[in-house]
């Protein structure tokens, strides 16, 4: 073998190994994303892709058991750190950082693989991208017609009214947690308004402040829309200074990002993406109930990166113009 074709094939082997760690778009491309640990000490699953940035702990647990058949090829479980418990993955392949001796592919291309040093750091720069993309739904501009109804004295439901949307269709609600987190609360719906509709809304954001919360307090179920597979695949609801979500007692619809916080669900699934810090543990149950497709198919952040300065493009140029007169002068000496 040549030595250009050596290095070719060493260049093609460390993109392939940093592509699964250096990847781009979580929150568009995966079904649960920790940065930390996951526990999950009961019989449960997941109906899509899991990325975990530290260890897993978990009895049985079942990955991917809703993927179709482009999966197969696809690593559908990353783990930062070491798995320990019995884990199948239903659809796709494995990459863990550490051990993962009980860890099996029953319908994959490539199957399990573990001791893999490209994922081992992924929970570093995974909780950058999701702490990128929280400050970013946070900083995105209120429109004054999207309106949420929040119970402030009898017991009565919460609404969100999408009423306008930016330029790139998204509504963003900014909210006090500790005002829709409590047992005023009998019910949280979503409605359009003003002649919206799913085609003409691509995202809400609902930016929830506040440190901890809990849907274990006498508080009401999702209902209306919110409880639709539009819904649940393009609400994301940024809990941006949290810490502790418990929603033991109750099903959560839309995606949750909550970049700083631990999580405990219960037998109720969550319907939708989930981007955390951890699941809850070693003293909690961690994720008891299941974690449902759609992914979120919204506005991602990471995906839009800004346009760069007039300095930058300038400089783009000048290495643009330096690399054809390279190419130019390999030409005429050839």
Not at 229 to 239: C, G, K, L, P
Not at 269 to 278: A, D, L, W
Request: proline share 3%.
């Amino acid at each position: 073998m040549s030595r250009v074709s050596r290095k070719a094939l060493t260049f093609c082997m460390l993109f392939a190994a940093s592509s699964v760690a250096a990847r781009a778009d979580l929150i568009n491309n995966w079904n649960l994303v920790t940065t930390g640990n996951f526990y999950s000490h009961s019989s449960t699953e997941i109906d899509g892709n899991v990325r975990i940035g530290g260890a897993m702990s978990v009895d049985k647990y079942n990955v991917g058991i809703h993927l179709g058949s482009p999966y197969r090829s696809q690593d559908t479980l990353v783990v930062g750190g070491s798995v320990t418990g019995e884990v199948r993955v239903q659809t796709g392949n494995a990459q863990i950082g550490g051990a993962g001796a009980q860890v099996t592919a029953v319908d994959g291309t490539t199957g399990v693989h573990t001791n893999v040093g490209a994922v081992q750091n992924i929970g570093v720069q995974d909780a950058l991208e999701l702490k990128a993309d929280s400050q970013a739904f946070a900083a995105m501009a209120t429109l004054a017609a999207n309106v949420a109804t929040l119970p402030s004295g009898q017991p009565s439901g919460a609404l969100f009214t999408v009423a306008a949307v930016d330029a790139n269709k998204i509504a963003v609600f900014n909210i006090n947690g500790a005002d829709l987190f409590s047992s005023k609360t009998q019910q949280i719906d979503l409605k359009l308004a003003n002649g919206m509709t799913e085609s003409s809304v691509g995202t809400v954001v609902i930016n929830v402040t506040g440190a901890s919360f809990s849907m274990n307090n006498g508080m009401g179920n999702f209902v209306g829309f919110f409880t639709s597979d539009w819904a649940r695949s393009h609400v994301i609801w940024n809990f941006t200074d949290a810490t502790s979500l418990d929603f033991t007692n109750h099903e959560f619809d839309g995606a949750i990002l909550a970049y700083q916080a631990s999580l405990q669900s219960g037998s109720a699934p969550i319907q939708g993406s989930v981007f955390v810090k951890e699941f809850l543990g070693p003293n909690g149950v961690g994720q008891t109930g299941e974690i449902h497709l759609p992914l979120f198919k919204g506005f991602d952040p990471a995906s839009h990166p800004a346009v760069p300065e007039p300095a930058s493009v300038t400089m783009l140029g000048l290495a643009a113009a330096a690399g054809a007169a390279w190419r130019l002068k390999r030409l005429r000496a050839a």
